[in-house]
């Protein structure tokens, strides 16, 4: 089925949804992803890209959806993906190290990371709303 053929399909479907009870608007909107589901829209072919410069212009101005089906995409996770990190020097009382240290031994952790944690913990913390007391 063509673009405007598509276009007379989902208008009718649209102006039949208006004109149906509340409680019939689930089987209509089963019935017109079914046949969304089912047209065999083209999409356009993308273009190839000599470097991500290129690409990420063109995708600032481009609509995804004319060159991806993005019913058929699946959320996928990127468990390898490393953040970015960045090293830095700090000065801690030898006390503070000590103390952390004892502590991250408790939990079987390097002191570095029971740091991050304390750290990450502590910020979210810090970014969450505060109540206005002054009210």
């Known amino acids: 089925m063509c673009g405007k053929a598509y276009g ?5 479907s649209a102006r039949l949804l208006r ?3 509340a409680l019939d608007w689930f089987k209509i909107a089963v019935d017109v992803r079914a046949k969304s589901l089912s047209l065999n829209v083209t999409k356009k072919k993308l273009p190839a890209f ?3 410069d290129q690409e990420r212009n ?10 991806l089906d993005w019913s058929s995409a699946k ?8 953040p ?3 090293t830095i020097s700090l000065r801690l009382p030898l006390s503070m190290i000590q103390d952390l240290k004892i502590l991250a031994n408790r939990r079987d952790v390097p002191y570095q990371s029971l740091l991050k944690v304390f750290l990450a913990e502590r910020l979210a913390r810090e970014r969450q709303p505060r109540p206005d007391l002054n009210k």
């Open 19 to 21: 004109r149906t009870k």
């Open 75 to 82: 959320r996928t996770k990127l468990v390898r993906l490393k």
């Open 8 to 12: 007379r399909a989902i208008g009718s």
């Open 50 to 52: 000599k470097t991500e």
């Open 84 to 86: 970015t990190l960045k």
């Open 58 to 67: 063109f995708w600032a101005t481009a609509d995804s959806t004319e060159y």
